[in-house]
């Protein structure tokens, strides 16, 4: 054999040889991405994985997704990204992603405020929204659209969780819209937040908020689990992985494995879930009509759910007499602490005397509880 | 005199002013880090920086007072 016709077939079977234009546009979604991630500093943290995941699965020839078990193989036989792909699938790693949120959440803010429990309900407004009008598009089935309805919650375990159990053809881009708002959260809330509210309604000091006791922090978790997996079974392994995180924490006697969940373990599973969020998306199945419906649909989602808990907001400001900042229900979105960030930031632009953080992550958690209880309805009735 | 007070609860970041150091109102003093975020501490008023209370790395409370300006 000539040495040309050897450079021939390697450059036949190597990936140059046989990438497809799908796979082009990915590498530059990918691309795009990575350089919001790390140019931009929109949440690197979550971006720069997923973005790389999809840039790895989306390698002409790597087979990094390649499923042995669909051709009766082992499981071990199959590609990497593939075998990493399953943690999400069975929902392991967005329940242990919880157990790391919870771990780092102070629920303090929502014990001593129990009424941030409405302004985290009424932030799940978009995801009805966004589940009528997926309906109406005609695009997607009942268990469909409430799967992508949920990115409205802004709350990626949660999403990746519902769309498993309703529509796992759909986890890819449901988890990549949904990562994707949660990273551009600061991009995408503000204007909104402006829009919905006035100078001096964005000016107003809110009191501190009692102090919360030891006793009260301890029972919370353990309170919450049980009510919450007895009224909707479905969500037990997510609220409670979240309750036990933060009983570590809470318990004051288990400082180690409360560390370790908040740092080592959410890091060690933010990678992994991340990665094969993006991994998931394959040029053949992703560049489709309805994956672009998903990514405009959950924008809307996003939009409505953070209106939702800015007019909540008002409506409280307005029966406080002016006590309640309206910013903090754009909290109500579950994405922790990200949304409570904006609302401090805001908050802070208007008036730097503001501190608003505190008061946002009475709805910010809340907003978890409410997207966790939205998914069970939906999975109580599409499941 | 006026007294700095923490907002919340978190831990000392980075303290941006010395003693004696004039800040206006509202200029930040002290950044306090609470559930990995960065949270900026202002000067209630404008004036001089009497005293800091308490070191980079200490935990503070909420109402905690962090310094005093006259």
């Given at each position: 054999?000539?040495?040309?016709?050897?450079?021939?077939?390697?450059?036949?079977?190597?990936?140059?040889?046989?990438?497809?234009?799908?796979?082009l546009v990915?590498l530059?979604?990918?691309?795009?991405?990575?350089?919001?991630?790390?140019?931009?500093?929109?949440?690197?943290?979550?971006?720069?994985?997923?973005?790389?995941?999809?840039?790895?699965?989306n390698?002409?020839?790597?087979?990094?997704?390649?499923?042995?078990?669909?051709?009766?193989?082992?499981?071990?036989?199959?590609?990497?990204?593939q075998?990493?792909?399953?943690?999400?699938?069975?929902?392991?790693?967005?329940?242990?992603?919880?157990?790391?949120?919870?771990?780092?959440?102070?629920?303090?803010?929502?014990?001593?405020?129990?009424?941030?429990?409405l302004?985290?309900?009424?932030?799940?407004?978009?995801?009805?929204?966004?589940f009528?009008?997926?309906?109406?598009?005609?695009?997607?089935?009942a268990?469909?659209?409430?799967?992508?309805?949920i990115?409205?919650?802004?709350?990626?375990?949660?999403?990746?969780?519902?769309?498993?159990?309703?529509?796992?053809?759909?986890?890819?881009?449901?988890?990549?819209?949904?990562?994707?708002?949660?990273?551009?959260?600061p991009?995408?809330?503000?204007?909104?937040?402006?829009?919905?509210?006035?100078?001096?309604?964005r000016?107003?000091?809110?009191?501190?908020?009692?102090?919360?006791s030891?006793?009260?922090?301890?029972?919370f978790?353990?309170?919450?689990?049980?009510?919450?997996?007895?009224?909707?079974?479905?969500?037990?392994?997510?609220?409670?992985?979240?309750?036990?995180?933060?009983?570590?924490?809470?318990?004051?006697?288990?400082?180690?494995?409360s560390?370790?969940?908040?740092?080592?373990?959410?890091?060690?599973?933010?990678?992994?879930?991340?990665?094969?969020?993006?991994?998931?998306?394959?040029?053949?199945?992703?560049?489709?009509?309805?994956?672009?419906?998903?990514v405009?649909?959950?924008?809307?989602?996003?939009?409505?759910?953070?209106?939702?808990?800015?007019?909540?907001?008002k409506?409280?400001?307005?029966?406080?007499?002016?006590k309640?900042?309206?910013?903090?229900?754009s909290?109500g979105?579950?994405?922790?602490?990200m949304?409570?960030?904006?609302?401090?930031?805001?908050?802070?632009?208007?008036n730097?005397?503001?501190?608003l953080?505190?008061h946002?992550?009475?709805?910010?958690?809340?907003?978890?509880?409410?997207?966790?209880?939205?998914?069970?309805?939906?999975?109580r009735?599409?499941? | 005199?006026?007294?700095i007070?923490?907002?919340?609860?978190?831990?000392?970041?980075?303290?941006?002013?010395?003693?004696?150091?004039?800040?206006e109102?509202?200029?930040?003093?002290?950044?306090?880090e609470?559930?990995?975020?960065?949270?900026?501490v202002?000067?209630?008023?404008?004036?001089?920086?009497?005293?800091i209370?308490?070191?980079?790395?200490?935990?503070?409370?909420?109402?905690?007072?962090?310094?005093?300006?006259?």
């Amino acid at each position: 054999m000539k040495i040309s016709e050897v450079f021939l077939e390697l450059f036949q079977t190597s990936g140059f040889a046989n990438i497809t234009w799908r796979e082009l546009v990915m590498l530059v979604v990918a691309c795009v991405l990575l350089y919001m991630a790390i140019a931009k500093g929109f949440e690197p943290l979550l971006l720069t994985p997923i973005a790389f995941g999809i840039l790895l699965a989306n390698l002409p020839m790597a087979n990094l997704m390649y499923d042995a078990t669909a051709e009766g193989g082992q499981w071990w036989q199959s590609g990497l990204l593939q075998i990493i792909y399953s943690g999400e699938r069975s929902n392991l790693f967005p329940c242990l992603i919880f157990m790391g949120i919870g771990a780092m959440t102070d629920f303090g803010p929502l014990i001593a405020n129990p009424t941030s429990l409405l302004l985290g309900a009424s932030a799940q407004f978009g995801v009805y929204i966004a589940f009528i009008g997926a309906r109406a598009t005609g695009l997607f089935t009942a268990p469909e659209a409430a799967a992508l309805g949920i990115i409205g919650g802004a709350d990626g375990p949660t999403s990746i969780y519902l769309s498993n159990a309703l529509a796992p053809h759909l986890t890819g881009p449901i988890a990549v819209a949904a990562y994707s708002y949660m990273a551009l959260i600061p991009l995408i809330q503000p204007p909104i937040m402006k829009l919905l509210t006035t100078e001096e309604e964005r000016k107003i000091q809110m009191q501190q908020l009692r102090r919360v006791s030891k006793a009260e922090k301890i029972v919370f978790p353990i309170f919450v689990t049980v009510f919450t997996a007895l009224l909707l079974p479905d969500v037990a392994p997510l609220i409670g992985m979240l309750m036990l995180g933060n009983l570590f924490k809470e318990s004051g006697c288990t400082d180690r494995l409360s560390d370790t969940a908040q740092n080592a373990m959410c890091n060690i599973v933010t990678i992994l879930l991340s990665v094969s969020v993006g991994a998931t998306t394959n040029g053949q199945t992703f560049l489709q009509i309805r994956t672009l419906a998903i990514v405009v649909i959950g924008l809307l989602a996003f939009s409505f759910s953070t209106a939702g808990g800015l007019i909540f907001g008002k409506i409280m400001c307005k029966v406080t007499g002016g006590k309640v900042n309206p910013l903090i229900g754009s909290a109500g979105v579950s994405a922790v602490p990200m949304a409570a960030r904006v609302a401090q930031k805001v908050g802070a632009e208007a008036n730097r005397h503001n501190f608003l953080l505190m008061h946002a992550m009475g709805p910010n958690v809340a907003g978890v509880i409410g997207t966790a209880v939205a998914a069970a309805y939906f999975m109580r009735v599409f499941g | 005199m006026q007294e700095i007070l923490s907002p919340m609860p978190g831990n000392v970041f980075e303290i941006k002013v010395n003693v004696g150091d004039k800040v206006e109102d509202a200029d930040v003093v002290i950044v306090l880090e609470a559930m990995k975020m960065e949270i900026e501490v202002v000067a209630p008023c404008a004036g001089t920086v009497e005293s800091i209370t308490v070191k980079k790395g200490d935990v503070v409370d909420t109402n905690q007072v962090l310094g005093t300006i006259k």
